[in-house]
C-alpha cells in the first residue's frame, strides 16, 4: 500500500505564510504527478496546483504568484509554500499522488487525510 501524510496546517493571519508537507510511503515504485487540492467547509474540493515528476508546475489562477510548489524525489516529499495568505485559503489542503506500487504495472491515486489551514486575524 501507499500512505501519504500531510503536515504543516495551522493558524496564520492574513498576509502571513505557511509551509505544508505531504511525504508519501509504502511500496513505491514511481510516483508521477503530485497535487494540491482544498475544501473549504460548503464547498466542493478544488485543485490548488500540481507538479510533475520531472519538476515542471502549474497552479491554479487563484494561488499563482502566491504558492509554490516542490518535490524531494529522494524522499518522496511534496512540498506547498504558501505566502500573502488570504482568508479565502482557509481550507483542508490534500495531497494526491499518482503513483506506480512495486511490482505492479498499474498506477493508482492516493490521497492523504488532509491538514486544516486556516486564516485569520
Known amino acids: 500500500q501507499v500512505q501519504l501524510v500531510e503536515s504543516g496546517g495551522g493558524l496564520v493571519q492574513p498576509g502571513g505564510s505557511l509551509r505544508l508537507s505531504c511525504a508519501a510511503s509504502g511500496t513505491i515504485a514511481y510516483i508521477y504527478t503530485m497535487g494540491w487540492y482544498r475544501q473549504a467547509p460548503g464547498k466542493q474540493r478544488e485543485l490548488v496546483g500540481t507538479i510533475h515528476s520531472v519538476g515542471s508546475a502549474n497552479y491554479a489562477d487563484s494561488v499563482k504568484g502566491r504558492f509554490s510548489i516542490s518535490r524531494d524525489n529522494a524522499k518522496n516529499t511534496m512540498y506547498l509554500q504558501m505566502n500573502s495568505l488570504k482568508p479565502e485559503d482557509t481550507a483542508v489542503y490534500y495531497c494526491?499522488?499518482?503513483?506506480?506500487?512495486?511490482?505492479?504495472?498499474?498506477?493508482?491515486?492516493?490521497w492523504g487525510q488532509g491538514t486544516q489551514v486556516t486564516v485569520s486575524s
Open positions: 494526491n499522488a499518482d503513483t506506480r506500487r512495486s511490482g505492479i504495472l498499474r498506477r493508482d491515486d492516493y
